[in-house]
Antibody, heavy 121, light 107 residues
Framework: QVHLQESGPGLVKASGTLSLTCTVS??????????WSWIRQPPGKELEWIGN???????NYNPSLRRRVSISLDTSENQFYLILTSMTAADAAVYYC?????????????WGQGTLVTVSS | DIQMTQSPSSVSASVGDTVTITCRAS??????LAWYQQPPGKAPQLLIF???TLQTGVPSRFSGSGSGTDFTLTISSLQPEDFATYYC?????????FGQGTKLQIK
């Protein structure tokens, strides 16, 4: 059974950097069948796709965040990561990681349970 | 970016009713459309992808249709566990984009 779990600080200072980890079990992040994605959801708002990474290290980012975001992976740890710099109140959200299917991209399944990130001033 | 517009934004229905949610893309996306269900306080769960293919384990009362720019999600014979928020999402091109959501409430 495939399982994803987000971890990281729940509180980040404004202008600071968010670092999140997604730990994957039940499948290898080095599989050529999948992308690995980050998505976020501000409280009470809709979902926003942040970006994804393929096992080769190739990435796709949302242009709205491209200057501030970086996604990487560690095959030895079976984890992938999100870094978001220059945090503001607008970045407060529940952050989810999810598996995406390479050959039918956009099939986000499963998702992690999500981690709430608050931005302090 | 491709804009996804869902309607209605909320709907009230009773157990046993049939509900239809629509999703319109700002440009043609072929059938690269997913539907997700998000119960309150939980992560989204994939129901349908692409467009009309029900995922394993999803009850057959859920169905999807459409291609091009117009899509629908129909839930027949509503069950108590179906009351949640539903999102459509396109994957025809990056960045993936989601609709604003449709909240299905108990009448």
């Amino acid at each position: 059974q495939v399982h994803l779990q987000e971890s990281g600080p729940g509180l980040v200072k404004a202008s600071g950097t968010l670092s999140l980890t997604c730990t994957v079990s039940g499948v290898s992040v080095s599989s050529n069948n999948y992308y690995w994605s980050w998505i976020r959801q501000p409280p009470g708002k809709e979902l926003e796709w942040i970006g994804n990474i393929y096992y080769t290290g190739s990435t796709n980012y949302n242009p709205s965040l491209r200057r501030r975001v970086s996604i990487s992976l560690d095959t030895s740890e079976n984890q992938f990561y999100l870094i978001l710099t220059s945090m503001t109140a607008a970045d407060a959200a529940v952050y989810y990681c999810a598996r995406d299917t390479f050959y039918q991209s956009g099939r986000l399944d499963p998702w992690g349970q999500g981690t709430l990130v608050t931005v302090s001033s | 970016d491709i804009q996804m517009t869902q309607s209605p934004s909320s709907v009230s229905a009773s157990v046993g009713d049939t509900v239809t949610i629509t999703c319109r893309a700002s440009q043609v996306i072929s059938n690269w459309l997913a539907w997700y269900q998000q119960p309150p306080g939980k992560a989204p769960q994939l129901l349908i992808f692409p467009s009309s293919t029900l995922q394993t384990g999803v009850p057959s009362r859920f169905s999807g249709s459409g291609s091009g720019t117009d899509f629908t999600l129909t839930i027949s014979s509503l069950q108590p566990e179906d009351f949640a928020t539903y999102y459509c999402q396109q994957s025809n091109s990056f960045p993936y984009t989601f609709g604003q959501g449709t909240k299905l409430q108990i009448k």
